[in-house]
């Protein structure tokens, strides 16, 4: 190619390169001052607001008391027995209040999630279904609360509360 024709086609690519790098910059400044700064809480908070009546009795007091109901519905079969063959299932749906001004136990219980609901899954496979008709609600919570507590080291879980508690045949 001769210099001439090569000179235009240069200058338009220039051009483009140049009108690209323009809008990459507005979009990069917009974002930078446009972006929100405030943090977002780590912990996860769904809570349908029918089951938030116990807490909110609570939340009057403090204003940093939060629900933390990041563990969603669990299900788990109860150990079959007898001649049954398939075990009924519980599924349930725990949540309980927690202090959102302290960060460090809301990272903490976020990042137990897991064991959280590992551990629900167990203690209700293990059971079998005629010593769970027989234990009441308080003790089933009490026992989990404990379990809950067991992994954590910067706070401890008060209370618990079920959204959903239910027993399928």
């Not at 079998?128 to 879980?157: A, C, Q, V």
């Amino acid at each position: 190619m001769d210099k001439t024709k090569q000179n235009p086609l240069n200058r338009l690519l220039l051009g483009i390169l140049i009108v690209l790098l323009v809008i990459v910059a507005v979009f990069s400044l917009k974002a930078l001052v446009f972006t929100p700064t405030e943090e977002k809480d780590p912990v996860p908070v769904e809570v349908r607001e029918n089951a938030r009546r116990p807490i909110d009795d609570m939340q009057k007091g403090s204003s940093s008391l939060k629900t933390f109901a990041g563990l969603g519905r669990i299900r788990a079969s109860l150990k079959p027995e007898g001649n049954r063959i398939t075990p009924e299932t519980v599924v349930i749906e725990p949540y309980f209040p927690y202090d959102s001004a302290d960060r460090a136990f809301s990272e903490e219980l976020a990042s137990h999630i897991h064991d959280f609901r590992s551990v629900t899954g167990d203690f209700f496979s293990a059971l079998p279904s005629s010593s769970f008709l027989l234990k009441d609600e308080e003790s089933l919570k009490n026992e989990l609360l404990k379990r809950y507590n067991s992994f954590l080291h910067l706070g401890k879980i008060e209370t618990l509360y079920f959204t959903d508690f239910m027993i399928l045949d």
